[in-house]
């Protein structure tokens, strides 16, 4: 089954520390993957997108995600971590069970991340 | 460059009124166009998408219907709504390449009393 696992509920950290959000996928063929963030009482903003190459994938806000074909991960990181940066993060993996038009998305169940100044 | 348009941004509504919510594209031709809904700021349920005009596919039974009546435009609608179709409902719109993001509208706040 193909599936999407954000294994933490909620991620804390000071502000100036890196974070890490997790992402692990289950999908066959090549997995498209991406992060999304999200801001209360907003839609999801589109961060970064790994669908081939170099397995570092940088993206918006100076957010990073390392792709790891070997443990199915896609973790989302950033050097140095900003209050602002709080918000509801989303790792997605396109379904690749149907035509392949769809465009549709697989997305895990989010993780809270908490930057405290 | 290309935009998404949902409103109303929050609604009320009674159990058993109907519904329609609505959401259009800006700045692109056929694209792809999804529903979901978010419960307690979670995980996101799709709930409808659409490849083209008339062409609607539902992933999980429910209350509610879609439509695609125009290009860029799909609307969520329901004849009876239930306290359970509280939640955000978000519209997205992709390409119809496997490699293309999906681009999410602000949403709409729906609370059944």
């Known amino acids: 089954a193909q599936s999407v696992a954000q294994p933490e509920d909620q991620v804390n950290v000071a502000e100036g520390n890196p974070l890490t959000v997790k992402c692990t996928y289950s999908?066959?063929?090549?997995?498209?993957l991406f992060w999304y963030v999200q801001y209360p009482n907003r839609g999801l903003q589109f961060l970064l997108k790994?669908?081939?190459?170099?397995?570092l994938v940088k993206g918006s806000y100076g957010f990073e995600a390392e792709f790891n074909k070997s443990q199915t991960s896609f973790h989302l990181k950033k050097p140095s971590a900003l209050v602002s940066d709080s918000a509801l993060y989303f790792c997605?993996?396109?379904?690749?069970?149907?035509?392949?038009?769809?465009?549709?998305?697989?997305f895990g169940q989010g993780t809270t991340l908490q930057v405290k100044p | 460059s290309q935009t998404i348009h949902q409103w109303p941004a929050t609604l009320v509504q009674p159990v058993g009124s109907p519904l329609s919510l609505e959401c259009t594209v800006e700045?692109?031709?056929?694209?792809?166009l999804y529903w979901y809904r978010q419960a307690a700021g979670r995980g996101l349920q799709l709930l409808f998408y659409?490849?083209?005009?008339?062409?609607i596919s539902s992933e999980v039974p429910q209350n509610l219907s879609a439509s695609r009546p125009q290009d860029r435009q799909f609307i969520l609608s329901s004849k009876k709504l239930l306290l359970s179709d509280s939640g955000f409902y978000l519209c997205?719109?992709?390409?119809?390449?496997?490699?293309?993001?999906?681009?999410f509208g602000d949403g709409t706040r729906l609370s059944i009393l």
């Open positions: 997205a719109w992709g390409g119809d390449g496997g490699n293309q993001p999906q681009h």
């Open positions: 999908v066959s063929g090549n997995p498209y």
């Open positions: 790994y669908i081939t190459g170099d397995n």
């Open positions: 997605a993996v396109r379904d690749t069970r149907r035509s392949s038009n769809t465009g549709k998305l697989i």
């Open positions: 700045g692109t031709s056929n694209p792809n």
């Open positions: 659409s490849v083209g005009i008339g062409q």
